[in-house]
C-alpha cells in the first residue's frame, strides 16, 4: 500500500481487479523520470506493485485485441479497437525475475481509459504475442 | 494427447464428476458446456497463464533491476 501521498488523478480503477488478485481494484501509477519508460503500479487495497512498461515502447507495430466485455468494462465503443495514445494508455506488466531474463507480457496488456481511469487486463484469446516477450537489451542476463 | 471425435450434442467425461457436452461448433469455432465440482477451477488458458505471470511480475523490485530493466528497454533491438 502506498506510503508516499498520491494524486487521485494518478488512480486507475480495475473494475475486476486482475487475474490473480481480483480484490486489487485500485492502483497509483506513478511515472518517475528517472526510470521512463518504466512505470510503476502500486495497488492501494494490498501490498502489491507492479512494474509497467508502455506497449509501443517495446513493439510499436502492437495491434490491440480488446474483446467486448473489456470494451463495455472500460465504456468504450465496442464496434472498433480503442486507440492507444487517443482513446486510452496501454501498458505491459513487466517480470523481472532474479535469474534469467526480464520478460513483458503482451498477452495481456493493461488498457486504460485516458477519460475515465478505468482500466482492465485485456487478455488476448489469440496466440499472435507472447505473455513472456525478452526486452530487447536483456538477452546477456 | 487424446484426440475423441465429437459432434454438437455429444458429451465426454473426465473422472466421475467432469462433464464436458459440446454444445455448437462453427468453422471457427467450439461452444462447450462444462459441468464440474465447485472446487475445480475452469479457466480459459490465457487466464491462467495470465494470472500466473501475475503474480510472478508481482514480486519487490530493487533499484538495481530497475536499472537493468531500463538498459535493456533502451537499448535499440539492432543492438543484439
Not at chain 1, 486510452?88 to 532474479?98: D, E, I, N, R, T
Not at chain 1, 513472456?132 to 536483456?138: K, M
Request: hydrophobic share 45%.
Amino acid at each position: 500500500m502506498p506510503e508516499q501521498p498520491y494524486d487521485e488523478a494518478a488512480v486507475l480503477t480495475f473494475p475486476a481487479g486482475i487475474p490473480g488478485f481480483e480484490s486489487a481494484t485500485r492502483f497509483v501509477l506513478r511515472e518517475p523520470p528517472e526510470y521512463a519508460p518504466v512505470v510503476s503500479l502500486q495497488s492501494i487495497d494490498l501490498d502489491l506493485s507492479f512494474l509497467a512498461v508502455p506497449v509501443g515502447a517495446l513493439d510499436a507495430a502492437y495491434s490491440l485485441a480488446v474483446n467486448e466485455e473489456d470494451l463495455r468494462r472500460l465504456g468504450l465503443p465496442t464496434e472498433r479497437q480503442p486507440l492507444p495514445g487517443a482513446d486510452v494508455l496501454c501498458l505491459a506488466l513487466l517480470c523481472a525475475p532474479k535469474t534469467g531474463p526480464a520478460t513483458a507480457n503482451l498477452l495481456a496488456p493493461l488498457v486504460v481509459n485516458l477519460k475515465s481511469r478505468v482500466a482492465v487486463q485485456a487478455v488476448r484469446s489469440d496466440a499472435r504475442y507472447s505473455h513472456q516477450q525478452p526486452l530487447p537489451g536483456d538477452a546477456a542476463c | 494427447m487424446l484426440v475423441i471425435r465429437r459432434r454438437p450434442g455429444e458429451t465426454l467425461v473426465i473422472g466421475d464428476q467432469i462433464e464436458i457436452e459440446i454444445l455448437d461448433a462453427t468453422a471457427s469455432q467450439v461452444k462447450l458446456g462444462i459441468r464440474a465440482p465447485k472446487c475445480v477451477t475452469v479457466l480459459r488458458k490465457e487466464i491462467q497463464v495470465t494470472r500466473d505471470q501475475n503474480r510472478a511480475a508481482a514480486q519487490e523490485t530493487s533499484a538495481p533491476e530497475l536499472d537493468r530493466l531500463k538498459k535493456a528497454l533502451l537499448t535499440p533491438i539492432s543492438g543484439l
